[in-house]
Every structure is written in C-alpha cells, then in structure tokens.
C-alpha cells in the first residue's frame, strides 16, 4: 500500500534541516515528502546530500499549503507554543500519535505540517489544520530544531508499547541447576580459603545459596563463572594448608 | 534537586550534533552533558552556538568512558544494530525509558551512552554498559542522526501517557440546546428554500437533527452558525416568493 502519511514542510529554509527530516524518515519507514515553497537553494542543497536521496527525490513541491493538504483528509498542525488563541484543538503529542495511527491504520491519507524554523507556521497554515499538536518541551524553551521535531513525531507514530514488551535479544539465563552447581562449588571453595566457619556450616549454606541466587545471570555467564571457581579450587587445592 | 541523568557523548565529531543534543536536553529539561575524548574543534564550535549555552558551558569532559559514568548506579548505551552478539539485554526504547525513568524518579544517577556518529560505541564503550537500547528504527535503515537520536530518547524519558491525556487547549464544545436552535433555524430556511416536502416534513425534521448532531461543533462556533442563518434567512424573508 501506498504510504499515507504526507510529511509537509513549510517554507524550511536550511538544507541540513530537509535533509535530517528526511532521514528521520527513512529511519522510520515514512516516504511522502512534500515542501511548500521551499528556499530554492535549501532544497537542492539538501537533494545532494548522500541520506535518504530517494525521499528528496520523490518529494513534491507546492505554492500553498491548501495545494499540499488537498488529498489528506486529516490536517494536523505543529506548534511549540503552549496557547495563543489558536482556535483549534491542542493536543500533546501522545494523544495526537494515537489520534494519527489510528487514521494512518485505515489507509486514508493524513498531512502532518511543520513551519518554518523561524517562524513556525503562520496563522494562515493553521487555517488548514482540523486539530494542532505539541511536543511535550518545556514552556521555557519549547521551540525545538525542525529535524529533531519531525523525528520525534515519526518516533511517536511507529512506537508500539505492545512490541516493545519482550526484549530484542532474548538472554537465556542460568537455570537452578547452574546455580546449584555455583553455590557448590563456592561452598567448597569458601570451605578451603578458611571463610566459613564450621559451627555455623549449615546457616553459612543457605545465604550462600541465596547470595547466588541473587545474581542476575546469563547462562553463558554461568558457565564462566564455574570455569573461573573450578580453576581456583584447583590452585588451593595445590597450595599447602597453612 | 540536582539532575541525575547524564548524557554522555562519546567521541563526538560533528560540532552540529553536539549542539543538537544540548538543545534537544535544554527543549526536555535535561542539564548535564558529558562528553568522552570530543574532537576539540567540534567542542568549541558547539559551544559558540546561541542554543542551551548553559549546558554546552557546564558539560564535563573526560578521556574515557570508565571515568565519565563512575558515579552511575545506571549505565545504559545505544546503539542502532539489531544483534551482533552484544552479549548484553537489548531493549527497544519504550521499555528501556521505563526503565531509565523508574531509576531517575528514585533521584539515583543514570549514564546514558551515545557513540561517534559514524563508529556508535565500540564494543569497549559497551563493556561498560549494563544494557543496551534501540531505538526503533527500520532494520534496513537503522542508524540515526546524533542529534535526533538524543531528541527522541529524551522525548520518550518525559513522555507522560496520562498527562497527555487531556487536551492541552480545551475547546467547550457546543450544548444540545445549541444544536436545537441550529436544527429549528435551518429548518425554518429549508422550508423557505422550498427544500423541503411538505408532505414528508416529519421525517425530514428528524435527518435534519440527526445531521446537525454529527458536526463537531465548539461552542463559540455554534454561535457563529446561527449568526450566519440568521442573516440568511433574514435575506429571504425580504426576497418576494417565486
């Protein structure tokens, strides 16, 4: 399927900025690139850089924003301010992410809009927003660089708290058994070093035991840290008792 | 209370990207950078950038990873590959920000490590690291601006699933007697349109209410409609009936 989400720059005007959207969306999987009257120079720039050519390449470039957003049947606009009689809802950005996935999910197409870095967008781009969002940035310093404003956004939209539960690299960890065998030979170890004390044998066992259980390890680490005990023993086993 | 996150930059090379990640920290709320072994002339170039001065002047530098997460009872990397034997947990960003967040919200100091922009952190680097995080990017275009790598992690660590849940601009949106004035004025222009049958005038006043009920409609611009039926209606009263 075609992908319909329509990443909309107003007016950018620095190259390095195109360029690290676009990278951000190839990143995260988003191809659309459209630039409303972009500093001529800016683009091209940006079109040279070596990142995501074949989203500078594809994008289109409109006069106005209604040109842009004229296919989308949802328009959301982008804003660092906290309230300036927007007359439009605000949101944050985790309520809009959902609000916008779940538009994106039914394939119809939606125009996210960034402005200018300057400026931000004007009161006229907003005119064609049904709704605005807002990074979560403080109030003292809200206004964020436009690269880092888009990946955000794009990070937002294909985060996925569900996927995200298990861990990438599953690490097998070390069975009861491993562990036994560890406090084992600690055990005999502790025993021939003179640490434990034989009257309270038994009690020394059972924290020992839990001490080991404790640890948090990997199955492959269990078998090093046998291997690591076993050679130990083996040199006290060579070392006159004292 | 002082911040217990520090965000370390390893052997950063690109004076841009130094800059980026102490913006993205100032946008957050972040305040202390530490930079390990930086390319001199980058260092200063950042930190003669107008953005978040205050974090770029009071970053620490050190000649190793070791000495800059010393005092971290957390130490966390990054890194954009999907496996390559890492030897440690790999968790996608949003449980690793649970994670991070648990630690910091107990005021214990956390490290957060990002590699060079063209090397990441070297398997060195990561020996320091208790696990690692991923942000989720595509497999076939994984690795990720410095910059908007900062951004996005920071992002997720203030992310705030319930705050977020309400609108920041509330909108009070427009009352049932609101929609019954709507109803019975365009009804009124309707039937004086000569849009509507007389005979079937029932059912028609019924889709009628139903049509006005499904506009999204806030309160002032409830206002506004009638307003605007009004003058219409006036004009017809004053046109002579066909």
Redesign the interface.
Known sequence: MADPLRIVLVAPRNP?NIG?AA??M????FTQMRLVNPYEVAFKEARSAVH?QYILENAEVFATVGEAVGDCSMVVGTTAG??RD?Q????????AGELLREHLKAEKPAALLFGSEKFGLSNEDMSYCQWLL?????EE?????L??AV??CL??L????A???Q???E?PTASAEDFERITALLLDLLDRSGYLNPSTAESSELKLRRLVRRLGLPASDAVTWLGIFRQILWKIGKTPSA
């Open positions: 390095l690290a990278r951000a190839s990143n995260f999987g995501s906290w309230r927007l439009l809802p605000l949101y944050r950005l985790e309520p807002r990074i979560p940035s403080r310093h809200g206004s964020m660089n690269g880092q990946a955000i990070y937002e294909r985060r996925d708290a996927a995200a539960a861990r990438l690299e690490m």
